[in-house]
T-cell receptor, first 115, second 112 residues
C-alpha cells in the first residue's frame, strides 16, 4: 500500500518554464490537496479537490492550476515558473474535506527550485 | 477564515524532559484539531488528534488538551527521546466541511 505518491522528488526550473507535479493516492480517498511549505510559513493550501470533478482555490492559488484527473490523481501545474515559487510542495488526501478516518495522508514532497 | 497561531517556533529540551507546544485558533466553529510530526525530508504524519467533544486525549507519551472556551489546544510529550526531534504542526478544521488550517510549526530538538 503506497499511500500518496508524488513525482518528481526534485526539480530545477528556469524562470518562465512550465511543469506539472503529479500526485496519486491508492486509499480510495475522496479529497485531495496541494500545499506548499516555506521556511517560517508553515503549510499553505494552494488548491484542493473535495471530490472527483471539483476543484477550489486555497490560500495561495496565484500562478498555479490544478486538474483532478480521476479519483486517484490530482496534478498541480506551474504555467510560467517564478523564483517565488521555489518551495517544497506536498500533496495530501483524506476521506472527507475536513478530515478522514485517519486525517490527511501526505506524500513525501517535491522540492522545486526556480532559478 | 480560520487562523491558527503556534508557539514556540523552536523548542530545545534534554532527553527525558517534557515538551509542550501550544496553539490558538480563531474560528469557534472549528471542531477537529490534529497534530502532525514532520521528520527531515519527509511529509507530515498524523500523530494524534482531538475533537471538540473531548477535553484531553492520550496515546502513550503524547497527549493533547483542548480548551474550547479559550480556543486553544496543546501537545504534551513526556519523557522525550532524540527520535522525537522533528517539526510539529497543529491544525484546525470543521469536520467534513472545511480544509485543515495549519500553524507555522515548532521545531523540537531533543538533546541526548
Amino acid at each position: 500500500n503506497a499511500g500518496v505518491t508524488q513525482t518528481p522528488k526534485f526539480q530545477v526550473l528556469k524562470t518562465g518554464q512550465s511543469m506539472t507535479l503529479q500526485c496519486a493516492q491508492d486509499m480510495n480517498h475522496n479529497s485531495m490537496y496541494w500545499y506548499r511549505q516555506d521556511p517560517g510559513m508553515g503549510l499553505r493550501l494552494i488548491y484542493y479537490s473535495a471530490s472527483e470533478g471539483t476543484t477550489d482555490k486555497g490560500e495561495v492559488p496565484n500562478g498555479y492550476n490544478v486538474s483532478r484527473l480521476n479519483k486517484r490523481e490530482f496534478s498541480l501545474r506551474l504555467e510560467s515558473a517564478a523564483p517565488s515559487q521555489t518551495s517544497v510542495y506536498f500533496c495530501a488526501s483524506s476521506t472527507l474535506p475536513g478530515q478522514g478516518a485517519n486525517g490527511y495522508t501526505f506524500g513525501s514532497g517535491t522540492r522545486l527550485t526556480v532559478v | 477564515g480560520e487562523n491558527v497561531e503556534q508557539h514556540p517556533s523552536t523548542l530545545s529540551v534534554q532527553e527525558g524532559d517534557s515538551a509542550v507546544i501550544k496553539c490558538t485558533y480563531s474560528d469557534s466553529a472549528s471542531n477537529y484539531f490534529p497534530w502532525y510530526k514532520q521528520e527531515l525530508g519527509k511529509g507530515p504524519q498524523l500523530i494524534i488528534d482531538i475533537r471538540s467533544n473531548v477535553g484531553e486525549k492520550k496515546d502513550q507519551r503524547i497527549a493533547v488538551t483542548l480548551n474550547k472556551t479559550a480556543k486553544h489546544f496543546s501537545l504534551h510529550i513526556t519523557e522525550t527521546q532524540p527520535e522525537d526531534s522533528a517539526v510539529y504542526f497543529c491544525a484546525a478544521s470543521i469536520l467534513g466541511y472545511s480544509t485543515l488550517t495549519f500553524g507555522k510549526g515548532t521545531m523540537l530538538l531533543v538533546s541526548p
